[in-house]
């Protein structure tokens, strides 16, 4: 069927207090493998039904909990929800760590929902950062690159 529900996002006002509640009510284990105060939520175990998430500080007033539906390409996806009644509510944005684009959008009841589009080679619904060495390795083969051009 696809366009499944890939992601959940649960902004908190005490990033802390939030962590805590959701470990010991579910059992959730909860990181920031990214060093970026963006806190991986794991809600099962590989092979398991379910989906994972993400915990983040509140970013403004009455933000919702969001959740995100994969999508092979957002700038379609969101021409079949304005032209179905829906609002766009965010743009298309990149995220970090090499993990896609995302948008929100309101359907026709007022409902906030997010879309996630995952950058080719990677399917939506297992964001992974780029492994560390391999970075590096291509940031060293562009310098030589801009070195090479230059002489």
């Given at each position: 069927?696809?366009?499944?529900?890939i992601h959940?996002e649960?902004?908190?006002?005490?990033?802390?207090?939030?962590?805590?509640?959701?470990?010991?009510?579910?059992?959730w284990k909860i990181?920031?493998?990214?060093?970026?105060d963006?806190f991986?939520?794991?809600?099962?175990?590989d092979g398991?039904?379910g989906?994972n998430?993400?915990?983040?500080?509140?970013?403004m007033?009455?933000?919702?909990?969001?959740n995100y539906?994969?999508?092979?390409?957002?700038?379609k996806a969101?021409e079949?929800?304005?032209?179905?009644?829906?609002v766009?509510a965010?743009p298309k944005t990149?995220i970090?760590?090499?993990?896609?684009?995302i948008?929100?959008?309101?359907?026709?009841?007022?409902n906030?929902?997010?879309l996630?589009?995952?950058?080719k080679g990677m399917?939506?619904?297992?964001?992974?950062?780029?492994?560390?060495k391999?970075?590096?390795k291509?940031?060293?083969?562009?310098?030589?690159?801009k070195t090479a051009?230059?002489?």
């Amino acid at each position: 069927m696809g366009n499944s529900i890939i992601h959940f996002e649960i902004p908190a006002d005490d990033v802390q207090r939030a962590k805590t509640f959701y470990s010991k009510v579910f059992g959730w284990k909860i990181s920031d493998p990214w060093k970026m105060d963006y806190f991986m939520v794991e809600t099962k175990k590989d092979g398991e039904s379910g989906i994972n998430g993400g915990l983040m500080t509140r970013k403004m007033p009455g933000q919702p909990f969001m959740n995100y539906v994969g999508v092979a390409n957002i700038d379609k996806a969101l021409e079949k929800i304005t032209a179905s009644g829906g609002v766009l509510a965010m743009p298309k944005t990149e995220i970090g760590q090499g993990m896609g684009w995302i948008a929100a959008f309101k359907d026709p009841e007022g409902n906030l929902m997010g879309l996630h589009q995952a950058p080719k080679g990677m399917t939506s619904g297992k964001k992974k950062a780029p492994k560390k060495k391999a970075a590096k390795k291509a940031a060293r083969k562009k310098a030589k690159k801009k070195t090479a051009k230059r002489r």
